[in-house]
């Protein structure tokens, strides 16, 4: 995961996940998908697609579609919906993987600091808390 996810860091000089997607060729959408989803991948005839919750604060949308785009580089010829209910309880191997994905991407390139906390380095990074048992 970290050699991927280098390759496109530095293919497309950046960590930012809206610039890779559309380096990548993905489409980005936005809608209200209520209460329990974030966000989904899926594909298309043979068009790639993030949707992402519309009404989530930038942090989580920028992390969703970190997340979004784990599952297209990890996990091809799956679609997946990231359920709230699921994303914090009962998280299944595929969304794990994402979200370390998601995390590890936004954080490439960065360290903890000699009196930082992991949760510090998230928050620079713009990586939302929850998110920090990922970090590992």
Not at 55 to 66: I, S
Not at 75 to 81: E, K, L, M
Not at 101 to 112: E, K, M, Q, Y
Request: one cysteine or more; proline letters at 3%; hydrophobic letters at 35%.
């Amino acid at each position: 995961m970290d050699k991927l996810i280098l390759r496109l860091v530095r293919k497309f000089q950046t960590r930012d996940p809206f610039v890779i997607a559309n380096g990548l060729g993905i489409h980005i959408r936005y809608a209200d998908l209520g209460h329990e989803t974030r966000g989904f991948y899926y594909k298309k005839l043979r068009r790639r697609f993030i949707v992402i919750h519309e009404r989530l604060p930038d942090d989580w949308q920028r992390f969703v579609c970190a997340h979004e785009l784990g599952h297209d580089r990890l996990h091809p010829g799956f679609s997946r919906f990231w359920l709230d209910e699921q994303s914090f309880i009962n998280v299944g191997k595929y969304e794990r993987q994402a979200n370390k994905f998601a995390v590890r991407l936004l954080t490439s390139g960065d360290t903890i600091g000699r009196s930082e906390s992991i949760g510090e380095l998230l928050q620079r990074n713009g990586v939302p808390k929850e998110m920090d048992k990922f970090y590992f």
